[in-house]
């Protein structure tokens, strides 16, 4: 069965909001954006992204990536990008999706991923797309999370792990870190335990 593998940024206090430009996601005031550049850790992971794996994206995701990436032509990564398949959860857009390589998911969002998952296939990544995020956590369809630890504290800004969010205990699987601080840490989902019955 394919994996979903989340794919993301952070800080110490677990902001995942606006890493890459100033003005990528201004939400709530947050005044930090771009606080991720500076590092260049994703360039740094190796590997995660090499493979081209299929997307799945959040809707504000899908329309920041469209309204940047195409845009930048004197970058491998646009072309990259623009032949990915993209799978994107939103209940606004409609089909045909403007961006190339891109299909709406219908209907329940877990159920539709659980079903791209036992297609034959590459692993999923998910790239920001918080919200996406909390609802696979929610129904255990996150297998993998390569997380990209700044070393910075925002004291502001959207999280990835809300105070209401989903429970889950996980394992780390590999670690290592960046010339300049940033801690790539993988983890996959704990077996279940007595004392942890519920991952």
Excluded: C
């Amino acid at each position: 069965m394919r994996k979903v593998i989340v794919f993301t940024n952070l800080t110490l206090d677990g902001v995942m909001q606006a890493p890459g430009r100033p003005d990528e996601d201004p939400r709530g005031g947050f005044q930090h954006g771009g606080w991720a550049a500076p590092f260049a850790a994703m360039s740094q992971a190796g590997g995660s992204l090499s493979d081209t794996s299929p997307l799945l994206m959040g809707r504000r995701t899908y329309e920041d990536f469209y309204g940047y990436w195409p845009k930048q032509t004197d970058n491998p990564f646009t072309e990259v990008l623009n032949n990915t398949p993209k799978y994107v959860a939103s209940t606004t857009l409609k089909e045909p999706l403007a961006w190339s390589n891109s299909t709406l998911l219908k209907g329940n969002v877990a159920e539709a991923v659980d079903d791209l998952k036992a297609q034959p296939g590459k692993d999923f990544l998910v790239m920001g797309s918080g919200e996406l995020v909390q609802t696979l956590m929610k129904h255990n369809l996150v297998d993998e999370y390569v997380l990209l630890i700044h070393p910075l504290i925002l004291g502001s800004g959207r999280r990835l792990f809300r105070d209401d969010g989903t429970f889950a205990a996980l394992q780390l699987v590999d670690s290592r870190t960046t010339a300049n601080g940033v801690v790539i840490a993988t983890y996959k989902p704990a077996q279940p335990t007595a004392d942890n019955p519920t991952p």
